[in-house]
């Protein structure tokens, strides 16, 4: 296990901000998530001033102080908020310890097209059953809470994310019982690209392309749209200047900024705010909905 204190954090409040489908708080004692990511898992809690993981001090750097994005400067973009924005300082006030994390890029792609025209529980589902059914079935260390107070370890399953050749394979056949609608297309054709070798290269050109040319190269592919490219722009490629508009965001700039959200003070971490009025809108603002949409 591994202990460290990070500021600016809170596991509950990034499970629940709509980023991310495979981290999640277990149902049973002591407040322990679980986070599965591409092939990697971990579990983690709160203790007092510090967070524990259930992996090395050498794994916790190599995989998941990048995924926590644990390098940038959260107050510093909290401080820059304009005095004058009640509303944007009060959702930063709310969701205070929300991240984007940077999350592995073939996860998200096909996550975020799955998350078109969806809810957040039929989300999570879905994704499970597809990393059941086509991932990779593995043991990991997991956190227990013992009768003491303290935190043990304990053995976790969990499945790896399909790699492109596996959802490929399955075939529309294999992909039915998800039940993902129209949903199951875009999913398919994105596996069989990303199997070949021009896909693969694509993928690669994806990551180290900039923002501008990583959004219309994804508006290029079949079933991805405006607001998929920005999400995966903003949790896949971690360009944080990216501005998803989604239903609930679109409900904020007209209640809120009905001249526009003033994306030049915020230039290159506009995404980032974003995420903490997303957040406050999903988890504060009652809006009659029993599940919140996406």
């Known amino acids: 296990m591994y202990r460290i204190q990070i500021n600016h954090m809170d596991l509950d409040q990034i499970a629940r901000s ?13 407040d322990i998530f679980s986070i599965a990511a591409a092939e990697h898992y971990v579990e983690a809690a709160k203790e007092e001033d510090t967070f524990l993981f259930s992996c090395t ?15 940038a400067d959260y107050g510093g973009y909290k401080s820059h908020v304009a005095s004058d ?22 996860e998200i792609l096909i996550t975020f ?17 597809l990393c059941t059914l086509f991932g990779e079935e593995k043991r990991g260390k997991g956190l227990v809470l013992l009768d003491d107070g303290s935190y043990g ?31 199951d297309k875009y999913i398919l054709s994105a596996s069989e690209f990303a199997s070949e070798p021009e896909g693969k290269a694509w993928l690669m050109e994806l990551l180290e ?3 501008k040319k990583a959004h219309e190269m994804l508006l290029k592919q079949y079933g991805i749209g405006k607001k998929v490219a920005d999400c995966v722009c903003l949790f896949g490629l971690h360009h944080v200047g990216a501005f998803p508009i989604d239903t609930h965001v679109k409900q904020i700039l007209e209640s809120h900024y009905p001249q526009g959200f003033p994306l030049e003070r915020y230039q290159g971490y506009a995404g980032i705010l974003q995420q903490y009025m997303f957040y406050y809108k999903l988890n504060h603002v009652k809006t009659g909905e029993s599940v919140p949409s996406l």
């Open 113 to 129: 097209i799955i998350s078109q025209n969806n809810n957040i529980t039929r989300i999570r589902n879905s994704v499970s059953k």
């Open 209 to 211: 392309a900039d923002y």
């Open 57 to 71: 001090e050498e794994e916790f750097h190599q995989v998941w102080a990048g995924y926590f994005d644990l390098e």
């Open 153 to 183: 370890e304990e053995e976790s399953l969990y499945y790896t994310f399909p790699t492109p050749e596996s959802i490929k394979a399955a075939g529309l056949t294999g992909l039915a019982p998800l039940s993902l609608g129209y949903r």
């Open 85 to 106: 924005d009640t509303y944007l300082k009060e959702a930063v006030k709310w969701g205070w310890g929300v991240r984007i994390l940077q999350q592995d890029l073939w």
């Open 18 to 30: 709509g980023q991310c489908f495979r981290f999640e708080k277990k149902n049973q004692p002591g």
